[in-house]
């Protein structure tokens, strides 16, 4: 039988690429990186070898097909400032459609649904900021590099191309991501990585790829 499209996510322009992958019984496109438990897939689980292949093959963490030049990362405010983040790029293009048709990346008050996790699920490197941003970043770039961090592996940003930001499916207003970095800093101040006076400097950095 066919699974028609969660109705929230009809009017998006959809890329080609995006409309090759299955849909989930409930409605929604399924990345290609997601793990499949039971014939029904875990969006919150990678899949076995994904991210091997990922970086090694240079695919889409979305979409699975080879990347181009650019590359895109949808990225929280605090990755903007630290520029870390646990997953690799994607399509500009997969991208703009997973900030907006995502549930959790395109309504602020979603929170993550931890509940029966599978035994062997792995947590992703680095420490995690488990809230929701509000406000979610595509950073374009054109060079990244995977660091080594524990068992895992983190991914440091280079000097974007362009940033785009949204929130709730539409462009973000500078106040909003500001808000967002804002509510944010104290968490990773709280780790003890890094000094006020680094973060300080970190958050000035980050401030011309902002919202105008």
Same mark, same amino acid.
């Given at each position: +039988? &066919?699974?028609?499209?969660?109705?929230?996510?009809?009017?998006?322009?959809?890329?080609?690429?995006?409309?090759?992958?299955?849909?989930?019984?409930?409605?929604?496109?399924?990345?290609?990186?997601?793990?499949?438990?039971?014939?029904?897939?875990?969006?919150?689980?990678?899949?076995?070898?994904?991210?091997?292949?990922?970086?090694?093959?240079?695919?889409?963490?979305?979409?699975?097909?080879?990347?181009?030049?650019?590359?895109?990362?949808?990225?929280?405010? +605090?990755?903007?400032?630290?520029?870390?983040?646990?997953?690799?790029?994607?399509?500009?293009?997969?991208?703009?459609?997973?900030?907006?048709?995502?549930?959790?990346?395109?309504?602020?008050? +979603?929170?993550?649904?931890?509940?029966?996790?599978?035994?062997?699920?792995?947590?992703?490197?680095?420490? +995690?900021?488990?809230?929701?941003?509000? %406000?979610? *970043?595509?950073?374009?770039?054109?060079?990244?590099?995977?660091?080594?961090?524990?068992?895992?592996?983190?991914?440091?940003?280079?000097?974007?191309?362009?940033?785009?930001?949204?929130?709730? *499916?539409?462009?973000?207003?500078? %106040? &909003?991501? &500001?808000?967002?970095?804002?509510?944010?800093?104290?968490?990773?101040?709280?780790?003890? &990585?890094?000094?006020?006076?680094?973060?300080?400097?970190?958050?000035?950095?980050?401030?011309?790829?902002?919202?105008?």
């Amino acid at each position: +039988m &066919e699974t028609r499209l969660n109705q929230a996510i009809w009017s998006l322009p959809t890329p080609d690429r995006i409309k090759r992958l299955p849909v989930s019984a409930t409605g929604y496109y399924v990345p290609w990186f997601v793990a499949w438990i039971d014939r029904e897939p875990d969006f919150r689980v990678i899949g076995p070898g994904k991210l091997a292949q990922a970086v090694n093959r240079k695919l889409c963490w979305i979409c699975g097909q080879p990347l181009g030049v650019y590359k895109a990362f949808p990225i929280g405010p +605090m990755c903007a400032i630290n520029r870390n983040i646990s997953e690799p790029p994607s399509h500009w293009e997969c991208a703009e459609y997973a900030v907006q048709a995502c549930p959790f990346l395109a309504n602020p008050r +979603m929170r993550r649904n931890e509940k029966d996790l599978p035994s062997d699920h792995r947590e992703p490197a680095g420490t +995690m900021i488990r809230r929701n941003p509000g %406000a979610i *970043g595509i950073w374009v770039t054109k060079q990244y590099s995977a660091v080594r961090c524990g068992d895992g592996v983190l991914f440091r940003l280079g000097d974007p191309e362009r940033v785009v930001w949204y929130r709730e *499916g539409r462009k973000a207003t500078r %106040a &909003e991501v &500001e808000e967002s970095i804002e509510s944010g800093l104290p968490e990773l101040l709280k780790r003890g &990585e890094i000094s006020a006076d680094e973060l300080t400097g970190l958050r000035r950095k980050a401030e011309p790829y902002l919202p105008a």
